[in-house]
């Protein structure tokens, strides 16, 4: 029973974070759900067993632990790869900006009375 209430909690975690806008949904949420339903059907011993048998894995809970990784990992990924386009789009706006600066400062070279 506290496996149930501990997938509820970390479930209810998610969704308050996404209302709050801390976490946007478009990148992770596919993520988070695979989680989360791998966490209900990690509950149910049948399917534990079902994928410790299709991995190949002797001590079943390691199967999960397995998946759980590898879901975890493709987050990250996801995450890091949002992550790196906003740094390009950052840098581009720095670089877009330095330019303006820069015309700025040769005008008011060229304007200025000697």
């Known amino acids: 029973m506290i496996h149930v209430a501990i997938v509820v909690a970390l ?12 976490i946007h949904v478009d990148m992770s949420f596919p993520w988070l759900l695979a989680i989360l339903v791998l966490g209900f059907l990690s509950i149910n011993d049948g399917f534990v067993s079902w994928a410790a048998e299709r991995l190949g894995i002797v001590y079943e ?36 900006f330095a330019s303006l600066d820069l015309a700025n400062q040769e005008r008011e070279m060229h304007d200025s009375p000697d």
């Open 61 to 96: 809970p390691i199967a999960v632990v397995f998946l759980t990784i590898f879901v975890l990992l493709g987050l990250m990924t996801m995450l890091l790869i949002g992550y790196s386009a906003l740094r390009r789009r950052q840098i581009q706006m720095i670089r877009y």
């Open 11 to 22: 479930s209810a975690v998610l969704l308050l974070l996404v209302r709050r806008g801390l």
